[in-house]
Protein backbone atom coordinates (compact mmCIF):
# COMPACT_ATOMS: atom_id res chain seq x y z
CA UNK A 1 0.00 0.00 0.00
CA UNK A 2 1.44 3.65 -0.97
CA UNK A 3 1.19 6.81 0.90
CA UNK A 4 -1.19 7.60 -0.92
CA UNK A 5 -3.31 4.55 0.06
CA UNK A 6 -6.51 5.14 2.08
CA UNK A 7 -8.14 8.35 2.73
CA UNK A 8 -10.32 9.64 2.74
CA UNK A 9 -9.29 8.08 3.86
CA UNK A 10 -8.61 4.18 3.65
CA UNK A 11 -9.89 2.98 3.63
CA UNK A 12 -9.95 8.26 3.02
CA UNK A 13 -10.02 8.09 4.36
CA UNK A 14 -11.53 9.46 4.78
CA UNK A 15 -15.93 5.96 9.10
CA UNK A 16 -15.64 9.34 8.56
CA UNK A 17 -19.38 10.20 6.79
CA UNK A 18 -20.71 6.76 7.89
CA UNK A 19 -23.17 4.51 6.22
CA UNK A 20 -23.66 1.57 3.48
CA UNK A 21 -26.20 2.00 1.41
CA UNK A 22 -28.52 0.11 -0.56
CA UNK A 23 -28.71 -0.83 -4.33
CA UNK A 24 -32.65 -0.41 -3.92
CA UNK A 25 -32.25 3.18 -3.37
CA UNK A 26 -31.63 4.91 -7.14
CA UNK A 27 -32.63 8.15 -6.22
CA UNK A 28 -29.13 8.50 -3.54
CA UNK A 29 -25.66 8.81 -5.23
CA UNK A 30 -24.06 7.44 -1.63
CA UNK A 31 -24.20 4.50 0.82
CA UNK A 32 -26.29 4.36 4.13
CA UNK A 33 -25.85 1.60 7.05
CA UNK A 34 -28.58 3.41 8.74
CA UNK A 35 -26.98 4.95 11.55
CA UNK A 36 -27.51 8.27 12.43
CA UNK A 37 -24.56 9.54 11.08
CA UNK A 38 -25.16 7.54 7.65
CA UNK A 39 -28.57 9.77 7.76
CA UNK A 40 -26.70 12.62 7.74
CA UNK A 41 -24.70 12.76 5.01
CA UNK A 42 -27.46 14.04 2.46
CA UNK A 43 -26.96 17.29 4.16
CA UNK A 44 -23.38 16.94 4.44
CA UNK A 45 -23.40 16.28 0.73
CA UNK A 46 -25.05 19.61 0.28
CA UNK A 47 -22.50 21.68 1.25
CA UNK A 48 -20.53 20.72 -0.43
CA UNK A 49 -21.56 23.13 -3.33
CA UNK A 50 -21.44 26.18 -0.55
CA UNK A 51 -17.79 25.06 -0.13
CA UNK A 52 -15.99 28.33 -0.98
CA UNK A 53 -18.46 31.36 -1.21
CA UNK A 54 -20.93 32.31 1.30
CA UNK A 55 -24.44 34.44 0.82
CA UNK A 56 -25.29 38.13 1.19
CA UNK A 57 -23.31 41.06 1.58
CA UNK A 58 -22.15 43.44 4.04
CA UNK A 59 -22.76 46.95 5.47
CA UNK A 60 -22.13 48.58 2.54
CA UNK A 61 -23.91 46.37 -0.32
CA UNK A 62 -20.76 44.60 -1.62
CA UNK A 63 -20.99 41.11 -2.12
CA UNK A 64 -20.41 39.04 1.27
CA UNK A 65 -17.30 35.88 0.18
CA UNK A 66 -16.96 33.33 2.79
CA UNK A 67 -13.22 32.35 3.26
CA UNK A 68 -12.19 29.09 1.80
CA UNK A 69 -12.77 25.85 4.10
CA UNK A 70 -8.47 25.85 4.08
CA UNK A 71 -8.61 29.05 6.13
CA UNK A 72 -11.85 28.42 8.07
CA UNK A 73 -10.09 25.69 9.70
CA UNK A 74 -6.74 26.88 10.30
CA UNK A 75 -5.22 26.70 6.89
CA UNK A 76 -1.59 24.95 6.94
CA UNK A 77 -1.27 24.04 10.91
CA UNK A 78 -5.20 23.05 10.94
CA UNK A 79 -4.73 20.76 7.96
CA UNK A 80 -2.00 19.38 9.89
CA UNK A 81 -3.26 18.76 13.03
CA UNK A 82 -6.45 16.81 11.64
CA UNK A 83 -4.45 14.96 9.38
CA UNK A 84 -1.88 14.22 12.58
CA UNK A 85 -4.92 13.03 14.74
CA UNK A 86 -6.86 11.17 11.89
CA UNK A 87 -4.06 9.04 10.39
CA UNK A 88 -3.45 7.63 14.42
CA UNK A 89 -7.23 7.13 14.81
CA UNK A 90 -7.84 5.47 11.47
CA UNK A 91 -4.38 3.22 11.71
CA UNK A 92 -5.85 2.08 15.01
CA UNK A 93 -9.30 1.65 13.93
CA UNK A 94 -9.82 -2.73 13.44
CA UNK A 95 -12.98 -1.80 11.54
CA UNK A 96 -10.74 -0.08 8.76
CA UNK A 97 -8.53 -2.46 8.07
CA UNK A 98 -5.58 0.29 7.06
CA UNK A 99 -2.91 -2.00 6.47
CA UNK A 100 -5.44 -4.47 4.35
CA UNK A 101 -4.24 -7.29 6.20
CA UNK A 102 -5.89 -10.54 5.30
CA UNK A 103 -6.67 -9.24 1.90
CA UNK A 104 -5.57 -10.67 -1.61
CA UNK A 105 -5.38 -8.79 -4.88
CA UNK A 106 -4.15 -9.62 -8.68
CA UNK A 107 -4.03 -13.62 -9.92
CA UNK A 108 -6.17 -15.04 -12.53
CA UNK A 109 -9.17 -17.06 -10.86
CA UNK A 110 -7.97 -16.66 -7.23
CA UNK A 111 -4.43 -18.20 -8.16
CA UNK A 112 -1.33 -16.43 -8.23
CA UNK A 113 -2.59 -13.49 -5.84
CA UNK A 114 0.01 -11.38 -3.48
CA UNK A 115 -0.93 -9.98 -0.45
CA UNK A 116 -2.35 -6.51 0.20
CA UNK A 117 -0.54 -6.15 3.11
CA UNK A 118 1.27 -2.73 4.19
CA UNK A 119 3.44 -2.82 6.82
CA UNK A 120 4.36 0.81 7.00
CA UNK A 121 7.51 1.94 8.05
CA UNK A 122 7.55 5.91 9.97
CA UNK A 123 8.63 7.26 7.32
CA UNK A 124 5.93 5.65 5.18
CA UNK A 125 3.50 6.85 7.43
CA UNK A 126 5.15 10.30 7.66
CA UNK A 127 4.96 10.23 3.58
CA UNK A 128 1.20 8.88 3.68
CA UNK A 129 0.62 12.35 5.83
CA UNK A 130 1.99 14.34 3.52
CA UNK A 131 0.47 13.01 0.80
CA UNK A 132 -3.58 13.33 2.68
CA UNK A 133 -2.32 16.99 3.70
CA UNK A 134 -1.45 17.69 -0.22
CA UNK A 135 -4.99 16.25 -0.74
CA UNK A 136 -7.08 17.40 1.73
CA UNK A 137 -5.15 21.12 1.18
CA UNK A 138 -6.26 21.21 -2.54
CA UNK A 139 -10.01 20.07 -2.26
CA UNK A 140 -10.32 22.67 0.66
CA UNK A 141 -9.03 25.47 -1.59
CA UNK A 142 -5.71 25.73 0.12
CA UNK A 143 -2.26 25.24 -1.95
CA UNK A 144 -3.15 23.89 -4.87
CA UNK A 145 -0.40 21.11 -4.76
CA UNK A 146 -0.70 17.54 -5.05
CA UNK A 147 2.03 14.53 -5.66
CA UNK A 148 0.38 11.60 -4.38
CA UNK A 149 -1.59 8.79 -6.97
CA UNK A 150 -4.56 9.16 -8.45
CA UNK A 151 -7.53 8.55 -6.25
CA UNK A 152 -7.96 5.50 -7.99
CA UNK A 153 -5.12 3.97 -8.79
CA UNK A 154 -3.98 4.34 -5.05
CA UNK A 155 -6.79 2.11 -3.84
CA UNK A 156 -7.03 -0.69 -6.80
CA UNK A 157 -7.01 -3.71 -5.84
CA UNK A 158 -7.41 -3.26 -1.90
CA UNK A 159 -10.93 -4.31 -1.68
CA UNK A 160 -11.95 -1.55 0.13
CA UNK A 161 -15.33 -1.99 1.75
CA UNK A 162 -18.26 0.12 2.01
CA UNK A 163 -18.37 -0.37 6.01
CA UNK A 164 -14.77 0.35 5.68
CA UNK A 165 -14.88 3.30 4.13
CA UNK A 166 -17.79 4.36 6.41
CA UNK A 167 -15.69 3.62 9.40
CA UNK A 168 -13.41 5.61 7.88
CA UNK A 169 -15.65 8.91 7.47
CA UNK A 170 -16.23 8.01 11.39
CA UNK A 171 -12.74 8.80 12.62
CA UNK A 172 -12.27 11.80 10.94
CA UNK A 173 -16.24 12.77 12.35
CA UNK A 174 -13.87 12.01 14.89
CA UNK A 175 -11.20 13.63 14.88
CA UNK A 176 -13.18 16.80 13.98
CA UNK A 177 -15.19 16.51 17.18
CA UNK A 178 -11.91 16.26 19.41
CA UNK A 179 -10.37 19.12 17.92
CA UNK A 180 -13.80 21.08 18.29
CA UNK A 181 -14.06 21.94 14.16
CA UNK A 182 -17.25 23.79 13.94
CA UNK A 183 -20.18 21.72 12.27
CA UNK A 184 -20.28 24.07 9.44
CA UNK A 185 -16.75 23.13 8.48
CA UNK A 186 -17.09 19.24 9.47
CA UNK A 187 -20.31 19.10 6.96
CA UNK A 188 -18.12 20.23 4.28
CA UNK A 189 -15.04 18.72 5.03
CA UNK A 190 -16.66 15.12 5.29
CA UNK A 191 -18.87 16.16 2.52
CA UNK A 192 -15.28 16.32 0.35
CA UNK A 193 -14.53 12.81 1.76
CA UNK A 194 -17.44 11.17 0.89
CA UNK A 195 -17.10 12.78 -2.77
CA UNK A 196 -14.02 10.27 -3.48
CA UNK A 197 -16.33 6.72 -2.21
CA UNK A 198 -16.51 5.70 -5.98
CA UNK A 199 -12.45 6.33 -6.75
CA UNK A 200 -11.68 4.24 -3.40
CA UNK A 201 -14.65 1.60 -2.59
CA UNK A 202 -14.55 -1.86 -4.78
CA UNK A 203 -16.39 -4.24 -2.66
CA UNK A 204 -19.63 -3.28 -2.19
Not at 99 to 121: C, F, N, Q, Y
Not at 172 to 199: C, G, H, N, Y
Amino acid sequence: MRSSTILLFTSITLGLLAGCARENQPDRDFHTSGSRDADQRADQRIAQVQQIRGEGSDSAGAPKVKPSLYDRVGGEKGVAVIVDDFVTRVMADPRVNFTRKGIKKGGVLGVGRDSAEWKPTPEQVDQFKKHLNQFLSLAMAGPAKYDGQDMQQAHKGLKITNAEFDATIGDMKASLDALRVATEEQKELLSILESTRPQVVEER
